[in-house]
């Protein structure tokens, strides 16, 4: 039993080694530096303590610590300064190189006997280990993995730990036969050895210059600009507790500065030489070994138990009765005692503790408090306590060192229980605002903070309830059964299930007791799952009641019973389930397929998943999407073939995406792979790579680009972006592989173009192939944007591509310097020369062979343009593709779309064939279809009246197809017609899938609508902003409710943004999570004339006024919104926005606007439907 209780750790650690070999590799890299590192620490202080205290008398010493404060506070405020304009990297390897060498010279002075030396290196080592240890950090955080780091810091750490016991033991060994002089020979080895471990972590990455390359910041920002938080008050008032936090760290610092003066006179009184150095030897390697017993077995479960207000308490305690102990016996045991506490409950139990009081904080103040604390109280209190030295070393003896320490320490005491009131004010405040991060919760959770959540855990709020039911559940020390049966009570029914659910996982004792009234509930959904949780016990006694509901009525209860019979109670179970499982699984209604395609899920039984094979291809979006919920929790290989045909369904791809995001990465990436170079062409695959998000997706994007169409590249390129714009790192080479074989196609491209020519006929062809020019010097970008600064890369292709004369020689100008070698050189050509095609007519041979190269490419739309370029005049007649392509190009609302969009939306029309007379579309109902007419003559009846008549090429509902509002006329056909119908669900899957098409049409409307508000009379604007004032005091009054409801205060301000106007609450707090708030001072410029409007902003507090110049156009008060055409547009801004007072305004970049929208399907047509309406509306008004 022992030996299998020790193997399982053990077998556990391999297996996730086995899982994630790359990560664990890098950690273990990370631990011999981190060991060597504090291995060369002990070493070095102990050499340098010792040859000084050897030397010099202990009245010196006490000179010693005011130098040793202020280099140390130099050595940081120069090394803040530097450490940005260097790479981490090479930072690194100079910190090391420098360091061993300046200690393998001071060796040399030592060796000569050069008595300034010895104060230097007293005070030098300090420094070098400071420095070594800081660009530890910096590079440990650099190269791990953001989402595993939590898990792996740990086993980091765990390796100065280690390094300074075994340094420390080391040490007695050591010094006895090599002197102490030597050790630094030692120390400077094991700097050296930290490099061995540096260069091997570096070839991991796959390109350092890349990876640690120094971002340029492209875009100012005024001083006076800081976050919204930052605003109101100042950092004492956003953290009330932070001064009692203050006043602890000060005079724990100065105190601990007098115990290791104490500790060190008593020390050389006591010993010399090789005898001291052996001592400290041992003393670093036993405090190590108590440091590390405390840390595994005490420190958590303490802190668990008693809270992080006794715990803070503990340190202190000790000290103080260590130092009183001290004023009466000043004896080497008991200072050794007292100085060892530093380590094993400072470097433990009080740091846990420091850390954890921070965790309230918001993270926009935690930064600043943490530095106030690290760099002004710590470093501040080390210079008062060297300056007390040098003044109370003249006046006091040794032991009366105590009465001062005692003093502090009852100052620090004191402080730490003022602390409580306000870290409790706190807490609360952080859980009210809901401004916890998942990401950033601690290990464990002290009392005070689960008895909010517990508190949270009963309230009337569904949100706030069910994100603390989230937290507790999580906490294997919190006794959820407790609260389980008020829970059961609860008046929101989703609190009830998730407490049904609890009961069904974890079968806590009692809990059937406690589910009677949930069992003859009306509510069918809380019925189900009380019969589930019901049969997790598994008993018996319960078997017939529960095979009694496999003949209720509703299919949700028999369900219910099926997979409770199957899950728990085995084959006896089985056979009463089995019966009526075939049953419902025959049954044809829609209600008993959903059922039976989440009940699989339920069960969680692998071997189960084949009738969900016919369930993913059902005719109901309904039971689809059960069913991928189904298989995201089976996760059954077999089964990937039958979900990825459903990512081209707009109802369920989101399921889909799920599904296959949730395999297990080295499960679904090789599936992935093989559809992606597979003929059949699939656009969503990469997206679901890119929820994936992690290295290997990324890599799968771009292993086998060239492999792929056109298209599909575009799309591995936009998913593969946003993946590398976390933590993930492109390979270098490969990319620049990327680039010139993109680049050499392009040549190839511009050669055959040329070579075909341009002459009225090839129209059609002509704009395709230059539109695909432009799209291969687009992807070109996209790849370099992996290499160099991908801002400043999009910055240069925006300007080439939409830009003035001036902006595109900026733009080459960009390039000239940023790029080097043939890459420079081709790139540019490419975006230096115009292009312009030859109008010499080639030869009919040449022709031939070019129009045979361009349809070789595999293009469909090329091939399409092509085949009707070459088809007989008859052909033509009858091509029936190339005729909807042209009707579509009559659409106003298509205006500005290119033939291959025409194309794609061409594919979706559906042909009607109507006889005279018939009405085709009747005034008064909801239209969702746009009509091309292709022959014959249609009637325009407004009440019963004729007012117009459309003919052969015209067109209606054109709107409908967006709005689906009500139609205002009635359409009726006057002889046979022909007609192609687009409906509003054809249209939106189609933008849906292509995203450039949504793009080009929202900006569209978005200038149409600036259009016709120009030429909207002032006055008339006037009225509408006047309408609109009450509703932006609702919304004051509404803020003042709770101003510490941020999310709401969001919410509040992006409900009153019209471009959102039918977006649900859900997604409001979706958009809410995305946005930021930023703080504008009176007279501060927020936007300027003529600047790229890539934001909106939303005022949350303050008025801004709206002008040209000198001249006012408009002042915008709380609720109301700016910006946000341009963010649809691009257009440059039309006028200049200032702050007139203190103003707090939300931000909404365009990548967020637009990441929000093709999120989800119903968002996109939110938004297209309110462009649509304020367009319609605004033209009313001319």
């Not at 710590?378 to 070393?393: M, P």
């Not at 459309?950 to 209606?956: E, I, N, S, V």
Request: proline share 3%; hydrophobic share 45%.
């Amino acid at each position: 039993m022992f030996r299998n209780s020790m193997l399982k750790p053990v077998a556990q650690l391999a297996r996730q080694f086995e899982t994630d070999r790359a990560e664990y590799t890098k950690i273990f890299y990370l631990f011999g530096y981190l060991f060597f590192i504090v291995s060369a620490s002990t070493l070095s202080r102990t050499a340098a303590d010792t040859l000084f205290l050897s030397r010099y008398d202990a009245s010196v010493l006490s000179y010693m610590y005011l130098p040793q404060a202020a280099t140390l506070l130099l050595t940081g405020f120069i090394y803040q300064r530097l450490c940005g304009r260097f790479r981490t990297d090479q930072l690194v390897v100079s910190v090391i190189l420098f360091s061993s060498v300046l200690a393998l010279l001071s060796r040399i002075f030592v060796g000569i006997g050069f008595n300034w030396i010895f104060p230097v290196i007293y005070i030098g080592y300090d420094v070098l280990n400071f420095l070594m240890i800081v660009c530890f950090w910096q590079f440990a955080t650099s190269i791990m993995d953001g989402r595993k780091a939590k898990r792996m810091i740990g086993l980091v750490g765990s390796g100065g730990l280690v390094g300074g016991i075994v340094s420390g033991f080391s040490l007695k060994l050591l010094v006895q036969p090599l002197g102490t002089e030597n050790l630094i020979f030692i120390y400077a080895g094991a700097q050296l050895l930290c490099l061995l471990f540096v260069i091997k972590l570096l070839r991991g990455i796959p390109s350092p210059a890349e990876f640690f390359a120094i971002k340029s910041i492209l875009k100012k920002t005024s001083k006076a600009r800081k976050k919204a938080t930052e605003v109101k008050q100042g950092l004492f008032q956003s953290v009330p507790h932070l001064k009692y936090v203050a006043i602890m760290a000060g005079t724990l610092t100065i105190s601990l500065t007098l115990i290791d003066y104490q500790f060190k006179v008593i020390l050389r009184g006591t010993l010399q030489n090789e005898e001291l150095a052996s001592f400290m030897g041992s003393f670093y390697g036993f405090a190590g070994l108590l440091a590390l017993f405390v840390q595994l077995f005490i420190s958590g479960k303490m802190i668990t138990r008693f809270g992080v207000m006794i715990a803070i308490l503990v340190f202190p305690i000790v000290l103080f009765t260590g130092s009183f102990a001290l004023l009466i016996m000043p004896v080497l045991a008991i200072a050794t005692a007292v100085k060892a506490s530093d380590k094993v409950l400072g470097d433990t139990i009080n740091s846990s503790v420091n850390q954890l009081i921070m965790f309230p904080v918001p993270p926009e103040w935690r930064g600043r408090a943490k530095g106030f604390l690290d760099g002004i109280v710590r470093n501040g209190a080390k210079g008062i306590a060297a300056i007390s030295l040098i003044v109370l070393s003249q006046w006091f003896a040794i032991e009366q060192f105590s009465y001062f320490i005692l003093a502090l320490i009852g100052c620090c005491i004191f402080a730490a229980i003022k602390i409580k009131k306000n870290y409790l004010s706190m807490l609360l405040s952080t859980l009210q605002s809901k401004g916890i991060d998942m990401q950033e919760e601690p290990d464990f959770v002290d009392p005070a903070s689960i008895q909010i959540l517990a508190a949270a855990l009963h309230s009337q709020d569904k949100q706030e309830s069910l994100y603390a039911f989230k937290i507790l559940r999580g906490i294997p020390e919190f006794d959820m059964n407790v609260h389980i049966e008020p829970l059961l009570k609860h008046p929101v029914q989703e609190v009830q299930i998730e407490a049904l659910k609890f009961i069904q996982f974890a079968t806590p004792a009692g809990g059937v007791l406690k589910l009677e009234a949930h069992l003859t509930t009306e509510a069918a959904i809380i019925r189900s799952h009380a019969i589930l949780a019901l049969a997790a016990y598994a008993q018996d006694e319960h078997l017939d009641r529960i095979i009694s509901y496999l003949h209720e009525e509703d299919v949700n209860l028999r369900a219910a019973a099926i997979v409770a019979l199957i899950k728990y109670y085995g084959i006896e179970g089985m056979f009463h389930a089995v019966g009526v499982l075939k049953e419902l699984l025959e049954n044809g209604h829609e209600e008993e397929r959903i059922a039976m395609a989440g009940l699989f899920g339920q069960i969680g039984i692998a071997s189960f998943y084949k009738p969900l094979i016919p369930m993913l291809g059902d005719s109901s979006s309904l039971v689809r999407i059960r069913a991928l919920k189904s298989a995201a929790l089976l996760r059954v290989p077999e089964l990937v073939a039958y979900i990825i045909p459903l990512l081209s369904d707009s109802k369920v791809r989101e399921q889909a995406t799920n599904a296959l995001k949730g395999y297990d990465e080295a499960v679904i990436i090789p599936l992935l792979e093989s559809y992606m170079v597979a003929k059949e062409l699939n656009l969503q695959l990469p997206r679901v790579l890119e929820e994936i998000g992690t290295q290997a997706a990324l890599d799968c994007l771009l292993q086998h680009y060239l492999l792929f169409p056109s298209e599909l590249r575009e799309k591995a390129l936009e998913s593969a972006t946003r993946i590398h714009a976390g933590s993930n790192q492109v390979d270098k080479k490969h990319a620049e592989h990327l680039i010139h074989q993109e680049i050499s196609y392009y040549f190839e491209w511009v050669e055959q173009s040329k070579a075909l020519g341009h002459s009225d006929h090839m129209t059609e062809l002509s704009e395709a192939i230059e539109q695909m020019r432009l799209r291969h010097v687009k992807r070109i970008f996209q790849l370099l944007a992996f290499l160099y600064d991908s801002k400043a890369i999009h910055a240069v292709h925006a300007n080439w591509k939409d830009g003035d004369a001036r902006q595109q020689a900026n733009a080459v100008e960009v390039i000239d310097q940023l790029l080097k070698g043939k890459l420079r050189a081709d790139m540019t050509k490419i975006i230096s020369s115009t292009y312009v095609p030859s109008y010499e007519a080639p030869s009919a041979l040449r022709e031939e062979k070019t129009l045979r190269w361009f349809y070789d490419q595999g293009d469909p739309w090329l091939n399409v343009s092509i085949d009707y370029l070459t088809a007989s005049e008859e052909s033509r007649e009858q091509h029936t593709l190339m005729k909807q392509i042209h009707l579509l190009k009559r659409v106003a609302l298509f205006a500005g779309l290119t033939g291959r969009d025409f194309f794609n939306i061409a594919k979706r029309l559906q042909a009607v064939s109507l006889r005279k007379g018939t009405e085709i579309v009747r005034e008064g109902e909801n239209g969702d279809s746009l009509y091309l007419i292709e022959q014959g003559n249609t009637g325009i009846y407004v009440n019963g009246v004729k007012v117009n008549e459309l003919g052969a090429y015209d067109y209606f509902g054109e709107m409908s197809v967006i709005t689906q509002r009500v139609r205002s006329a009635t359409v009726i056909a006057e002889e046979d017609v022909v007609l192609y119908e687009l409906t509003s669900s054809a249209f939106y899957e189609i933008i849906f899938d292509r995203t450039e098409i949504a793009m080009e049409l929202m900006k569209l409307l978005s200038l149409r609508l600036r259009s016709t508000n120009a030429k909207v009379s002032s006055s008339l604007l006037e009225v509408v902003q006047e309408a609109a004032a009450p509703e932006g005091d609702a919304l004051i009054s509404l803020a003042e409710e709770d101003r510490n409801e941020t999310i709401i205060r969001r919410i509040l301000v992006l409900q009153k943004i019209s471009l959102f106007a039918h977006c649900s609450q859900d997604d409001f707090i979706l958009l809410a999570q995305m946005v930021e708030e930023s703080v504008y001072e009176a007279g501060e410029k927020v936007c300027a004339i003529g600047e790229d409007g890539d934001t909106m902003y939303g005022i949350i507090e303050g008025t801004i006024q709206v002008h040209k110049g000198s001249e006012q156009l408009a002042a915008l008060g709380i609720g109301q919104c700016f910006g946000e055409m341009a963010i649809i547009d691009g257009q440059p801004r039309s006028a200049d926005c200032t702050a007139s007072s203190r103003s707090l305004l939300l931000e909404l970049t365009r990548e967020q606007v637009f990441a929000f929208c093709f999120q989800k399907l119903h968002v996109l047509k939110s938004l297209m439907r309110v462009l649509v309406e304020r367009t319609q509306d605004t033209e009313r008004l001319v």
